[in-house]
């Protein structure tokens, strides 16, 4: 849906990525695609903190905005700023002609069909998709990775892998049917899956109402792992090879102060049972596709405990699907 010439993509020197909950959450999963496949410097920032805190934007400066509705308040006046001090913009966005694609330079869609439920849950695994396709995009034209064919392969083998997520719930559901009772519970990740853990959390949060909160699962240390005792829940995401060794050290400190832990992790990685109570197994793609499919687990955890607890999933207490005034 866009054109960006390979002159401008060499001009930047900075993109922000602005957004509000679980669309800023899809945002930190691009960051890390936009960085590692492109090498431009990219920062993620909360709408209702960027436009009021004068970031440092010129015409050397990308801002691309993540909107699901393509109607949050504070996203859309966080593009204006960019815009008015020079800078291109992009939006992301799920709904055709929403304001925020009528105020942006570029638009690209997540052609998510329309999202009813007040929790996004669609919306985010195809703004995650969608972000590293842009990465990949921005990668093509600058010819900044090598490996781009294989990542396109494997975006076409998602549904399947997905579908095949979803006839495998028994083990999620049984985990959220022993913790559902609970009032604290924690998400641990490194990398990119500590970003997946942040929506899990936020979900978690949103619709059942039980206090959670993510962290990076190396920061545990510096203060958190106080928190943890005989028989709190402990949901660890363990999809980056090359963080998997470090995230079960992790795994192991909670559990040694009595944590009960479901673990979310690629097929083959077995070594994870001899420490988590529960594993679930996502299948096998490459690291930037893996938290597309990471999320689905979390998400089916929030709605199990949810309806366990009886709450409305679709229509959770104080909250409007679109959020338009600040
Ligand atoms: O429509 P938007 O993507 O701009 O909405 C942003 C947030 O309000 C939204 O993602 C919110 O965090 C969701 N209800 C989370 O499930």
Redesign the pocket.
């Known amino acids: 849906d866009i054109d960006i010439s390979k002159e401008y993509l060499k001009k930047i020197n900075k993109i922000y990525i602005v957004?509000?909950?679980?669309?800023?959450?899809a945002g930190l999963v691009g960051k890390n695609a936009i960085e590692k496949l492109c090498k431009i410097p990219t920062v993620v920032d909360i709408?209702s903190e960027f436009r009021y805190r004068d970031p440092i934007i010129d015409d050397k400066t990308l801002c691309i905005y993540?909107?699901?509705?393509?109607?949050?308040a504070d996203?859309i006046a966080a593009l204006k700023l960019a815009k008015a001090k020079g800078a291109k913009t992009l939006a992301v966005?799920?709904?055709i002609g929403s304001s925020?694609t009528r105020e942006a330079d570029y638009t690209i869609y997540t052609h998510a069909g329309p999202e009813i439920?007040?929790?996004?849950?669609k919306?985010?695994t195809s703004?995650v998709v969608l972000m590293v396709i842009l990465a990949m995009y921005f990668a093509e034209v600058l010819g900044s990775y090598g490996g781009i064919e294989k990542l396109k392969a494997d975006i076409l083998d998602l549904p399947a892998k997905v579908e095949a997520m979803l006839d495998e719930t028994d083990a999620i559901k049984e985990f959220a049917n022993k913790v559902y009772t609970e009032h604290d519970m924690y998400f641990l990740g490194r990398g990119t899956d500590y970003n997946v853990a942040m929506?899990g959390s936020?979900?978690l949060k949103?619709?059942s109402y039980i206090h959670s909160e993510a962290y990076a699962a190396g920061e545990l240390k510096h203060g958190t792992i106080s928190l943890i005792e005989d028989g709190t829940p402990v949901v660890a995401v363990a999809t980056q090879d090359a963080l998997l060794k470090k995230t079960i050290s992790n795994i192991v400190e909670v559990k040694t102060r009595g944590a009960f832990v479901m673990a979310v992790t690629n097929e083959g990685n077995t070594e994870i049972e001899k420490t988590a109570d529960y594993v679930i197994y996502i299948p096998q793609t490459n690291a930037y596709f893996a938290n597309s499919l990471a999320i689905i687990p979390l998400q089916l955890f929030s709605y199990y405990v949810a309806v366990g607890k009886g709450c409305d999933v679709d229509k959770p207490r104080n909250?409007?699907?679109?959020?338009t005034v600040e």
């Not at 993540?66 to 949050?72: A, D, F, L, W």
């Open positions: 957004a509000c909950g679980t669309a800023m959450h709408a993540i909107s699901q509705s393509g109607e949050t996203t966005s799920n709904v925020i439920a007040v929790a996004s849950t919306a985010y703004q929506e936020l979900k949103e619709i909250l409007a699907k679109s959020v």
